[in-house]
Structures are given as structure tokens and as C-alpha cells.
């Protein structure tokens, strides 16, 4: 399908996403309480089938954090990035996507490892990358660590 | 309560053991924690972090020429492959192209370093599963790959020879020759590695029918890579996104649909039959002209996100910068393949001995600095 | 009349162990076999590590020099080559290993990162800069990756050293 087409099919089920099609991508953004219904659709429906995540990660703009999710469909061909923005920084929270992809299970704790943002339902949420008892969240701009030799 | 833990019995009298991190065939430090009943394995749970270099971070205060050392570092057996990604990464960002003989140049470093990946495999294949031998005979092409490279290069592992515009130097006199001489060697011992290790019955029973992966779950777990085309999945990127001349280049997506280790093994002895069949078409015919295209000394990328895949020895490498108009990234994301390869680990081991374990993480061909970052 | 008396600082006296002249012959022997039969333990954590395999191989031999049997086990290990970044959370870890090892044991340091954090030693947060800080180190070894005749030209710098160690003065030596 192309960027078209998929904006389309994707604003006719669900009418408060945005759009922007300038990037590589196709750009969907979306409500984190509209989050899941989204991503159970993209991923089952015939017309979508985006079955393979390539890639989740989150940015820090400093007044809020960016969720963004790279789909890629093995059958149709199209590539899609849905980008959620939680405005929260203090307790970021959004839904897991574990039970539609299994890749997710790790990509999700290393965000949580390194962001801090809390995923509902997801099976096994603990820190991968730094040991357990690490104090703050690394990735984050407002991280300060007096092991860290700037420049 | 050391992060290690003890080995102790559950209340189900499943006895927990620690592999790793520091163990001869976890290839890095992985530390895997086992749930044994009797020698079956019951559940494997990677633990990770051993060699987290916080790469993301720090390339946030590098810029945009600098950033790419780092990466050389991940996936330390595909370096130039690694740059190869930063680079058209950020030449995407900068809305170049780099000169056709630059782009030759990178695909003969690729392959030659995706041959010489392979091989080190093989060779760690065979002293996992107990036949030191292949150790020596794999080593003795991988130097001599690595003899052209530091020829050209400069360096043998962690090369850098890769800029955002093209290569960083033309390749030396001698290069086209010794790459003719190294092919016709390498593809005269492939027959006789076939017979060391493949029809072997021992080796066959250790790895046929271990480790099944099924097309489903390869795709669900996002594996790419070998592991993913033995499953039968078609994920090659240079087939599906082509990138820099690729899709002139003529050569076949190899699958196969077993899904075990056995399968793994022979897609990777013939994907380098493929490598060398692409370095033959273009040794000969390395066009002339540039090597770099011309950019400003402090590169600065438009705001924006970028995202560019390249298909490293080990499956799909993807870089997402996104930049607000800096000299440095703003956020760098790898989406590394090693990360999502090793989720698949738990599905594969369950129900398997120890030892099928091994032949596992073996045919997995895990780089572990790459899960880490 | 007492030497130290009209030594300043930073000069110190040493007075020497039990032993002395008659003993030197025995402690060239010890010596000899040691430094001579050491074996390494495979500890590797990143691409340092390639380079220590291809200086196992053919190519660049090790074993010409003694260091045939690398063990898995730090119990049988007369030296740790510490090849690969060294993190906060591998860091206990090494520490376990190196006390694991029975003495005399020592310690190369192989590749930049292992001497002062190499090319992680700038805004890093979980990086552990120099391995120094967590065990005694004999060798260093520059380079990212060092070559493999590098790591030879250590290992027999190892051996040098070990040559001029002193069996019966050693044996009060501080573990830190």
C-alpha cells in the first residue's frame, strides 16, 4: 500500500491520528489511550498485517517523551512509524505491546531501563541493561552522574 | 545479593545454574540462567549489561564525522559494515550521494568483511562443539582477508574507513590482485571445509533437529538475518532495500525452511559462496572517479529523523538519528540485529539438553557487545 | 653507622628478605619454569578478544612461547588477559575471577580500554576507566585493537619480568 492509501484506511478507523508523510516514513501519531486499539489493528487486520517491529525507542525532548514504534509488514511490503508523546516525565506510562510482538518483551525493558517510562502489562518489566539497584534513568537529558567526565 | 546469584533448587526441583558471563563458548559475556530438570533445559533467561558501553550517550557529545569509531566497536566482526550504516545515515540526513567508485569500494570492503565474519564463525562453530581444528583453518583465510584490509585500511579490526561523503582513502595498487588471489584460495578450501565439518556424524547429530525456529515466531521475536532465512523468512536487505548499487549486483537471497541449527549452518557456507560471487562481478570492474563527495568541514543535519538498514553478517542493522539542527545527534538509536536474534534463544533451547545449548548459541553467531550497546 | 641516614626522600632503604646470595640459583630456576609455562585464562569481553584468538592461532602462535593451554577455569590460570572493556557491572566479576586464581598470578592489560577506558573514557556513565581500579596490573598493552605481535611482545615482557622476581622475598608480598 502506498503512504497514501495506508493514511487513508488508518484515518477512517481511527480519526484523531496525525499525519506527517514529508520523512522516509509514513508518520502516524496517536493518544497513548488509543495506543493499543491502534497497534491490535496494524498488526491483525488483512489490509495492514505490519507482523515484524524493527524497532522501539524513545526520545527525550525535555518538555516531553517521544515514543516511537518502526512496523515493517513481511507480506505487503510497507513500512509505518507510530509515535505516541507522553507528556508526563515525571511517571511516563503507556500500554504494552508484548502480546502482539514478542520482540517488543526486550526493546521495552531497555526503555524502561534507560528512560524510566513505565509499560502496563508487560510480563517481566525489570531493568536489562544496568545493574538492579542503578539510581536514574541514563538516557534521559536531565541525567547527572559524577562519573561521567564531559568533555 | 551478587548479581550472580547462587545455584540452588527451586520449590518444582528444578535445579538454576548460571552460564556465563565470563565461559569459553558464551562468545562475549553473556550470562544465560538456566532451569535444569535432570540435564533438559526448562527455561533460559538471558541476563545482559556485562559490556554496556553506553554508546547512545556518548554519541550524543560526538559529531557527526566522529560518531561512527564507536560503531566499529559493536559489532566488531561487520566494522566496516557498521560505518557503512552511520555514514549513509548521515548522508541520507545531508541529501548526498556518494561516487559510484566510493560505493564500489564499500561493497567490496563489506563483503570481504561479511567473508571474513563468516569464517571466524565456522571456525568457533567447530571449537564449541569440541573439532579444534576448524579454529586453525578458518583463522588462516581470515588473516589473509585481513592482510588486504590493513593494506588499504590501516587497521585490521576496527577500521574507520568510512566518512559521510565516502571512503577516506582510495584503496591501495595492490588490492584488486590479492582480493583475485584470496578468492581463488578460499573457494578451493570451502569443498575441503565441507568435508571436515558438514558431513561429519557426529557434528550432524549434534546439530540436526536441535534449535528449531519456526517462520512465525522468527518474524514475531523480529529476527533477521541467517536465523531468520532458515526459517525460511526472506529478510536479506540488500534484496528488499537495496542501498548503494545492489540491485545491479547479481546474486540469489539463499532460504531454507528446516529452521535448526543445521539449517543456520549451511545458509552461512553458502551465503559466502554468495559473497565471493558478488566480490568477483565488481573486483574488475571498480569504476573510476571521486572518492568522497565534497562536504563542509562541521556537518550539520537538517532537524528531522533518519533511518537507514543495512544487512550486517549478523542480519539487519538500522541506524535512526534524529537531529535538531546541531553538530552533534540529537539521539542515536541502533536497532542492532544481535538484540531481537537473542530473544528467540528461550523459544529455541526449551525442551533441549545443555549441550544442544552450546550447538544453539553456536549456530546463533551472537556478538554479545552488540546486544549491549 | 646506618645508610638510611643520609638517604633523603623520595629514596628508600629496602633491606632484604630472607634469603639472599645463596638462594639466587634456585629463584633463576623457579623463575625459569614459571615464566615459562604460564597459562592464560580465556577472559574476553569484546574486540580485544579477536585479537587474542588471532594471536592463539597459526599465524602469530602463542604457544611458541609457553602459553599452549588457555583454561576456561580461573582455578587453573596463572594469568588473566584482560582483553575488552571493563563495566561497572562486569567489574565484581573480574574480581571474583582474579581471586579465584591461586598465586603467583598476574595480570596483562590489553588494549586501550582496559588501561584508562580507551575510547569510552568521555561521557560515559557505566564504564570503568582502567582496570586498575579493580585488580593489580603487570602489563600494559596500547592499541585498539593491539596487534597480535603486541600482545606477544607483553607476553614477553610478562616473562622478562617474572625472570627478575624473587621466590623466598616474594612471599610477604601485599595482595591489595
Known sequence: MSNEALQESIVQLFPSAEFDGTGEFLTVTISAAEFYPLMNTLSKDEAFQFNYLFCLTCIDWKTHLMMVYHLLSRTHRHNLVVKVKLSDCENPSIDSITSLWKTAEFHEREVFDLFGVHFNNHPDLRRLLLDENWDGFPLRKNYVDENMIAL | MSLLGENYYTEEGEFVINIGPQHPSTHGVLHLKVWLDGETIKRVQPHLGYIHRSIEKMSESLSYRNFIYATSRMDYLSAHINNEACALTVEKGLQIEAPPRAQAIRILLAELTRLSSHLLWWGCTGLDLGAVTPFFYAFREREMILDIMEETCGARLTQNFMVPGGVMYDIHPNFQKRTKDILVQVKSKLGEYYNILTGNPIFEQRTKGVGYLSAEDAISFGCTGPIARASGVSCDVRKWFPYEGYDKLEFKEILLTDGDCYARYMLRMAEMSESISIIEQLIDNIPEGDIQTKTKQVLKLPKGEFYQRVETARGELGVFIVSDGAASPYRIKYRSPNFSNLSALETMAKGSKIGDLIAIMATMDLIVPDIDR | ?176
Open chain 3, 1 to 176: 653507622m646506618d645508610v638510611s641516614d643520609k638517604l633523603v626522600f623520595p629514596a628508600q632503604l629496602h633491606q632484604t628478605e630472607d634469603g639472599g646470595f645463596l638462594v639466587t640459583k634456585l629463584d633463576d630456576i623457579i623463575n625459569w619454569a614459571r615464566s615459562n609455562s604460564l597459562w592464560p585464562l580465556i577472559f574476553g569481553t569484546s574486540c580485544c578478544a579477536i585479537e587474542m584468538m588471532s594471536a592463539a592461532d597459526a599465524k602469530y602462535d602463542w604457544s611458541r612461547f609457553g602459553f599452549e593451554v588457555a583454561r576456561a577455569s580461573p582455578r587453573q590460570a596463572d594469568l588473566i588477559i584482560v582483553a575488552g572493556t571493563i563495566v561497572m557491572k562486569m567489574a565484581p566479576v573480574l574480581k571474583r575471577l582474579y581471586d579465584q586464581m591461586p598465586d603467583p598470578k598476574y595480570v596483562i592489560a590489553m588494549g586501550a580500554c582496559t588501561i584508562s577506558g580507551g575510547p569510552f573514557f568521555y561521557n560515559t556513565y557505566s564504564v570503568v576507566k582502567g582496570v586498575d581500579h579493580v585488580i593489580p596490573v603487570d602489563v600494559y598493552v596500547p592499541g585498539c585493537p593491539p596487534r597480535p605481535e603486541a600482545l606477544l611482545h607483553s607476553m614477553i615482557t610478562l616473562q622478562e619480568k617474572i625472570k627478575h622476581e624473587s621466590y623466598f622475598g616474594n612471599r610477604k608480598k601485599n595482595e591489595q
